[in-house]
């Protein structure tokens, strides 16, 4: 089985990594930094997704030579004119994400400008050869945070012809419809054209 390294060291994005290639089919023989008791980190100081997914990648792959897939991501709000954006992890660095989606959602109280999308591009390298897959999940902002069943921003968005929060629809729906798995379905289709 192919090894694929995972350049992050968040579990959260490795588990759902592993789960979108599930549903994609793929079978990897997935590394990552952890397992290699590696907490260094690259200097992401690009001005975009694309850049900074391709540093995350170039870093890892050029460390250990292993097929590297790195991704880059964020929510975009229209109330704060697309910000956070790039610095979707970096924002309102004191709070949890609990907190800061109470902040977001205290900001927002009474505002119809709720539209929101999900952006994740995805760089793969392998043989020195770098390529970029990007995925977009377009929704709004929730008026209330509601499930337990993602991460960070999940639970204040909905994504087009939801009714519910990612956070309440889960993985089963992540897996196939999110901004990642967008994103890792174009360079599935990729490989299979390989």
């Given at each position: 089985?192919?090894?694929?390294?995972?350049?992050?060291?968040?579990?959260?994005?490795?588990?759902?990594?592993k789960?979108?290639f599930?549903?994609?089919?793929?079978?990897?023989?997935?590394?990552?930094?952890?397992?290699?008791?590696?907490?260094?980190?690259?200097?992401?100081?690009?001005?975009?997704?694309?850049?900074?997914?391709?540093?995350?990648?170039?870093?890892?792959?050029?460390?250990?030579?292993?097929?590297?897939?790195?991704?880059?991501?964020?929510?975009?709000?229209?109330?704060?004119?697309?910000?956070?954006?790039?610095?979707?992890?970096?924002?309102?660095?004191?709070?949890?994400?609990?907190?800061?989606?109470?902040?977001?959602?205290?900001?927002?109280?009474?505002?119809?400008?709720?539209?929101?999308?999900?952006?994740?591009?995805?760089?793969?390298?392998?043989?020195?050869?770098?390529?970029?897959?990007?995925?977009?999940?377009?929704?709004?902002?929730?008026?209330?945070?509601?499930?337990?069943?993602?991460?960070?921003?999940?639970?204040?968005?909905?994504?087009?012809?939801?009714?519910e929060?990612?956070?309440?629809l889960?993985?089963?729906?992540?897996?196939?419809?999110?901004?990642?798995?967008?994103?890792?379905?174009?360079?599935?289709?990729?490989?299979?054209?390989?």
């Amino acid at each position: 089985m192919e090894k694929l390294f995972i350049a992050t060291g968040n579990a959260h994005k490795i588990t759902e990594f592993k789960e979108i290639f599930k549903t994609l089919g793929l079978e990897f023989d997935v590394v990552c930094p952890k397992d290699f008791n590696d907490d260094s980190e690259p200097n992401e100081n690009g001005n975009s997704y694309a850049e900074n997914s391709y540093i995350k990648a170039k870093y890892y792959y050029d460390k250990y030579k292993i097929p590297t897939i790195a991704d880059d991501s964020g929510i975009e709000i229209d109330f704060y004119d697309g910000k956070p954006g790039i610095y979707s992890a970096r924002f309102l660095p004191e709070l949890n994400y609990k907190d800061k989606n109470n902040h977001i959602l205290n900001e927002m109280r009474g505002s119809d400008n709720r539209g929101a999308s999900f952006h994740c591009l995805a760089t793969y390298i392998k043989d020195d050869v770098a390529k970029s897959y990007e995925g977009i999940l377009y929704g709004h902002i929730a008026d209330i945070q509601d499930g337990s069943k993602g991460f960070g921003y999940d639970p204040i968005f909905v994504a087009e012809g939801q009714t519910e929060t990612n956070a309440v629809l889960g993985e089963e729906f992540k897996n196939k419809y999110s901004h990642r798995a967008i994103a890792l379905g174009k360079w599935a289709k990729d490989l299979e054209n390989k």
